[in-house]
């Protein structure tokens, strides 16, 4: 029954400080971190997000995930909210969720046909575990964390927490600073070649909150990590003619403070260019 006109602007500090909103008239202004910023933006550049599916339409037939794979999960340390809507979405997919203890989490590497969702926290607790658990069940853990986690998240990282499936072949090792893993350049999948996307920001940006926003933008089988240089490289896996969609779409979202721009070309397995 009643309409607001709120602006929603970007705030290049570090934090919010003070008042997250002001008023400018009779318009409230809201001031978001970059994060929060870019994530605004996505909702009204990519209908997706909103609609709450995974094809986006403007893309065309590209634009719809390649591998619809779906499995079981545990979840340990989440909070109601986050443990809520991982098993919604499960059960959404058909798939089921269980809650783990500490005791049982300690031995989540024999439950191989699962997935672990885990809270980071300050205390270190995400990386603590995935010692515990080893290489295999670390390679099927995603981890959650608040601002604060940003430490225990990188250490889990470092780990080899969710190095994408079965995969683990295609890393060659983590970065130190973010966690995140260096990935070899191999044959495209999918039938598809893979577009070597290279990401670097400025001095003052946090890294990681770049890759955080790059992964929120790609699909889900496409890959973000560390290149050599310090930056970023996502692997994406489209045809040539969907390249300068890709690119077009991360420079929107991801803003002026990174610099995108294709590095490499990898053709997929078994394709011919004389075809």
């Known amino acids: 029954e009643e309409a607001y006109a709120v602006d929603v602007m ?20 809201y001031r978001l ?13 990519d209908d997706s997000a909103v609609r709450g599916v995974s094809f986006r339409s403007d893309t065309g037939p590209i634009g719809s995930w390649l591998a619809p794979v779906a499995y079981d999960a545990s979840a340990a340390f989440l909070s109601a909210d986050d443990e809520h809507v991982l098993r919604t979405a499960l059960e959404g997919m058909g798939r089921w969720c269980s809650v783990l203890g500490p005791v049982a989490a300690r031995q989540f590497a024999g439950r191989p046909n699962e997935v672990l969702f885990i809270s980071g926290s300050a205390k270190g607790r995400a990386s603590e575990l ?29 780990a080899g927490a969710f190095e994408r499936i079965s995969q ?22 999918y039938g598809q070649p893979c577009q070597v996307i290279g990401v670097t920001v400025g001095p003052s940006d946090d890294l990681r909150q770049t890759a955080w926003l790059l992964r ?23 045809p040539d003619e969907a390249l300068r969609r890709v690119l077009e779409r991360l420079r929107t979202l991801l803003g002026t403070h990174a610099k995108v721009s294709p590095i490499d070309r990898v053709e997929a397995e078994g394709s011919s260019l004389a075809a």
Do not use: K, N
């Open 33 to 45: 971190c970059l994060g929060c910023w870019s994530w605004c933006r996505s909702l009204v550049f």
């Open 10 to 29: 970007p705030y290049r500090g570090q934090s919010v400080r003070g008042s997250g909103y002001r008023h400018a008239g009779s318009v409230r202004q």
């Open 130 to 158: 995935l010692q515990a658990i080893g290489p295999a069940g670390a390679r099927r853990t995603a981890v959650l964390g608040r601002i604060d986690a940003m430490s225990d998240i990188c250490a889990a990282l470092g």
């Open 168 to 189: 683990e072949d295609r890393t060659e090792g983590h970065d130190e600073l973010t966690g995140l893993p260096i990935y070899r350049r191999v044959p495209g999948a």
């Open 216 to 238: 929120r933008f790609l699909r889900g089988y496409d890959r973000v990590g560390a290149s050599a240089d310090r930056g970023l490289e996502a692997h994406v896996y489209c």
